[in-house]
Nanobody
Framework: QVQLVESGGGLVQPGGSLRLSCAAS????????MGWFRQAPGKEREFVAA????????SYTDSVKGRFTISRDNAKNAAFLQMNSLKPEDTAVYYC?????????????????WGQGTQVTVSS
């Protein structure tokens, strides 16, 4: 069992940066691949980024490549999403999620555990 809590969201101007954190409970955090997803009003939840259990592999959706960076610290049971050059279209609730396999990490329904989400608003 893994419990996830996101933090770090807020209001930022276009071009600004935010760093989201995902704190995990449980001793087996290091065995899980971690993903970040987002959901804008009226839209389906979509994949943003994922990182393998040991940080050896990462995956990003095309719209955030070069702007967002996913990382993790297994010693601290935490995952992070550094978001730079933010755009208004990045506005959404951001969720972290855990999955025990690397395959399928881009698919929402493949994840076993979810946090409650943190709001990111990019606006001038």
């Amino acid at each position: 069992q893994v419990q996830l809590v996101e933090s770090g969201g807020g209001l930022v101007q276009p071009g600004g940066s935010l760093r989201l954190s995902c704190a995990a409970s449980g001793r087996t955090f290091s065995r899980y691949a971690m993903g970040w997803f987002r959901q804008a009003p009226g839209k389906e939840r979509e994949f943003v980024a994922a990182i393998a259990w040991n940080g050896g592999s990462t995956s990003y959706t095309d719209s955030v490549k070069g702007r967002f960076t996913i990382s993790r610290d297994n010693a601290k049971n935490a995952a992070f999403l550094q978001m730079n050059s933010l755009k208004p279209e990045d506005t959404a609730v951001y969720y972290c999620a855990a999955r025990d396999l690397w395959t399928g990490v881009t698919r929402t329904h493949e994840y076993d555990y979810w946090g409650q989400g943190t709001q990111v608003t990019v606006s001038s």
